[in-house]
C-alpha cells in the first residue's frame, strides 16, 4: 500500500506542472533594441481607402508599441468588429494584420515594445483554428501569438 502511495505522489509531482503550465510571458518573447528614431511616413497601399490612409498616418505618429519597431493599432472594420495592423515604424509600411476580426464590444489587445508576444482576448467574429487546424466553436478566449517573420504564430489559448 505505501507502494501505491508513493507512485501516486510521484505521479502527481510530474502531472501538476503539466496541467498548470505557464502562459507564455513577455520576457520570453524579448527583442532589443527598441526604436526610437521618427517614424516613417506612410507607405500608400494598392488596396487603400482615405479612411485606412488616415487611420494609418494617426497611428504612425505614436510611439513604438510591439515587437521592437512597430506599432499595433486597432480599427473598426464593419458592424460592431475591430481589426487590427501592424505598422513598421522604419519603413511606414503595413507588415501584418491581427489573425481575425474581433467583436468590438469584449477586445483587448496586451502588448509591449519590447517583445513580440501578443495577447488578445475576446470573441473572434470569423471561424478559428487551433495549432493542430482543428474548428474551435466561437468562444470568449485568451489567444497567445508570438509575432514571427511578420506573421502572428498561434502558441496556444485558453477558454474563459
Known amino acids: 500500500m505505501k507502494g501505491c502511495s508513493v507512485l501516486l505522489g510521484s505521479l ?13 510571458a513577455f520576457k520570453d518573447y524579448t527583442v532589443t ?9 506612410p ?3 494598392e488596396h487603400s481607402n482615405p479612411r485606412m490612409d488616415k487611420d494609418r498616418a494617426q497611428a504612425l505618429k505614436r510611439k513604438v508599441n510591439f515587437a521592437g519597431h512597430y506599432i499595433l493599432y486597432q480599427f473598426a472594420c464593419g458592424g460592431s468588429t475591430l481589426c487590427g495592423e501592424v505598422l513598421d515604424a522604419r519603413t511606414g509600411e503595413v507588415v501584418g494584420g491581427l489573425p481575425n476580426a474581433y467583436d468590438g464590444n469584449a477586445l483587448s489587445l496586451s502588448n ?11 470573441i473572434a467574429a470569423d471561424t478559428e483554428e487551433d495549432s493542430q487546424g ?8 485568451t489567444r497567445y501569438f508570438e509575432f514571427v517573420n511578420n506573421e502572428f504564430r498561434l502558441l496556444t489559448f485558453k477558454d474563459l
Open 12 to 24: 502527481l509531482a510530474i502531472a501538476t506542472p503539466v496541467a498548470y503550465a505557464a502562459n507564455p
Open 33 to 41: 533594441p527598441v526604436f526610437a528614431g521618427t517614424n516613417h511616413e
Open 43 to 45: 507607405v500608400p497601399q
Open 112 to 122: 509591449r515594445p519590447d517583445s513580440r508576444l501578443l495577447i488578445v482576448t475576446g
Open 134 to 141: 482543428n474548428e474551435l466553436e466561437s468562444h470568449y478566449r
